[in-house]
């Protein structure tokens, strides 16, 4: 991505436009998942990891000092995020730790692509590839479009903080539409 457009999409952002945060999931998703992946060699914690990055970045983008890389702050973001993992998984052994709040800060007023062409789908054909998202992804799916839980009240329910939730439903959106143009695509 060029260095102006990118620009463009990070002042975007820090404006909560919906559109150039996942333009920015888009592009670092991977660099922050093979990163994580890479230091903890383990697939569901690097996720959760990168979806924690994720999240934290776009709660906190208004502080980002665009005379550095956005990969660097993202990547140190992350690297924080798993050193602060390592401390509370040997605190566990020694002690509760204290739950985070939930804080609402990416607003959503349009449909995103993936929502409208999960929407154009037959209910049959979503739900099916609703079967091969992982349980928390599918649950979430189901509580956001079906039941259609707010954010605030998936953040709740779920004990996690609205832009985790908000995070997570964007990965889930786009496995879910990965899966549905695959099948598309092979029954052409």
Same mark, same amino acid.
């Given at each position: 991505?060029?260095?102006?457009?990118?620009?463009?999409?990070?002042?975007?952002?820090?404006?909560?436009?919906? /559109?150039?945060?996942?333009?920015?999931?888009?592009?670092?998703?991977? @660099? #922050?998942?093979?990163?994580?992946? /890479?230091?903890? /060699?383990?697939?569901?914690?690097?996720?959760? @990891?990168?979806? +924690?990055?994720?999240?934290?970045?776009?709660? $906190?983008?208004?502080?980002?000092?665009?005379?550095?890389?956005?990969?660097?702050?993202?990547?140190?973001?992350? $690297?924080?995020?798993q050193i602060d993992q390592i401390r509370k998984s040997q605190r566990r052994l020694t002690g509760p730790t204290a739950k985070e709040e939930a804080t609402e800060t990416i607003s959503t007023t349009t449909p995103s692509p993936e929502e409208l062409m999960i929407a154009s +789908?037959?209910?049959?054909? #979503?739900?099916?590839?609703? /079967?091969?998202? $992982?349980?928390?992804?599918?649950?979430?799916?189901?509580?956001?479009? &079906?039941?259609?839980?707010?954010?605030?009240?998936?953040?709740?329910?779920?004990? +996690?903080?609205?832009?985790?939730?908000? #995070?997570?439903?964007?990965?889930?959106? $786009? #496995? @879910?539409?990965?899966?549905?143009? &695959?099948?598309?695509?092979?029954?052409?």
């Amino acid at each position: 991505m060029a260095t102006e457009v990118l620009h463009e999409i990070i002042v975007a952002a820090q404006n909560n436009d919906q /559109k150039a945060f996942n333009a920015l999931f888009d592009h670092y998703w991977s @660099l #922050v998942f093979n990163f994580q992946l /890479k230091n903890t /060699k383990n697939d569901h914690t690097a996720e959760e @990891l990168s979806i +924690q990055t994720l999240a934290k970045a776009f709660d $906190k983008i208004d502080t980002y000092n665009p005379e550095y890389a956005f990969s660097t702050w993202l990547l140190t973001i992350s $690297k924080n995020l798993q050193i602060d993992q390592i401390r509370k998984s040997q605190r566990r052994l020694t002690g509760p730790t204290a739950k985070e709040e939930a804080t609402e800060t990416i607003s959503t007023t349009t449909p995103s692509p993936e929502e409208l062409m999960i929407a154009s +789908q037959s209910l049959e054909q #979503v739900l099916k590839a609703l /079967k091969i998202l $992982k349980p928390e992804y599918r649950k979430l799916i189901q509580l956001r479009f &079906f039941e259609e839980h707010s954010y605030k009240e998936l953040s709740i329910a779920l004990d +996690q903080p609205i832009n985790t939730i908000k #995070v997570k439903l964007l990965r889930a959106k $786009k #496995v @879910l539409a990965e899966h549905i143009n &695959f099948n598309d695509y092979n029954t052409t």
